[in-house]
Each structure stands twice: as C-alpha cells, then as structure tokens.
C-alpha cells in the first residue's frame, strides 16, 4: 500500500474509481491541499484508492478543539471505503499524517471520534491518542448511492497524541 499526497492524476482517478455522489469530496479536499491550508493524503493500493486523510495545518476545526489547542494540527475526513476496510488503510494514512506533522517539528497532533464510533476509537487508541474531554458538534450533508442528501450531526470527542513535549 502506497499513501501520498494526492496529485492532478490522482484526482482524475478518485473522481472515476470513488465517486461522491451528488458532492465533489474529492475535489473539495484537494482545492484546499492546493491553497496549502491541508495536504490531503490517499491510500492506494496498486491503482485502487483505498482511502484518504486530510492533515489540517490551520489548526483543529471544531470551535471547542480550537479554543483548547489553539495550536495543533488535526488529521480529519480519514475514510477508508467499506468494502476495504481492515486492511490497514487507517493505520497507514495516520502514520502518513503523523511523519508529516512530526517533519514540520510539531509537538502534537488531534483528531475527533464520533462519540458512537467504537470501531475508530479503538484504532487511534492503539495509536496513542488519548480523550481529552473536549467534545464539539459537527454538522454535515451527505448523498447516498441513490442521490437521495441526508443532514446529520455528530458529537465527536476530540483525541490527542503528542510527539514531544512543546
């Protein structure tokens, strides 16, 4: 399995092998790679994209993360399709993320976990990443395979891992 940042061919092959229905994730991710706010990893394993990761240099995004680690990189959007997952994928792209944080001389790096996802809890706390009690509410739309957009909110509980001391 090959994890980098995505590229103009990249892009072109994510768009035709893991569409988004009814939304451009894919693009939307990697405009914001281009202005430099994200750099926005995939997984591929031979021509297949397996998943990706957005590592977010502005800081965390949820407005009570920010407050409390006003400083910190956050590693969100991991995705790992469905039909792939538990083949290392999620641990491969937050490996990525984090060599990249740590080569920037960074001391620490956040993600968030919906407070409902037990199956990602486990995986960042096998990594190392530990609660901090700071719990922020994401709003978001999604289409599903029909087209049909859905609304959701979620509650994700925002995680730490530090590299170094600061």
Known sequence: ??????????????????????????????????????????AWKGATPFGSAMVQWAGCVGQNARKAFPDCVEINHLQVRPELRGQGAGTA????????????????VALGVSTDNADARRLYS?????????????????????GNEHMADEEDDLLIKVFRSA
């Open 1 to 42: 399995m090959e994890i980098r940042p995505c590229s103009d061919e990249d892009l072109a092959q994510l768009r035709e092998l893991w569409p988004t229905p009814g939304t451009d994730v894919h693009g939307g991710h990697y405009a914001a790679h281009l202005r430099g706010q994200a750099t926005y990893l995939v």
């Open 93 to 108: 792209l937050i490996r990525a993320a984090e060599e990249l944080v740590a080569a920037r001389g960074l001391a620490e």
């Open 126 to 146: 096998r990594l190392g990443y530990v609660s901090t009690g700071i719990r922020d509410l994401t709003s978001y739309r999604w289409v599903d395979s029909s």
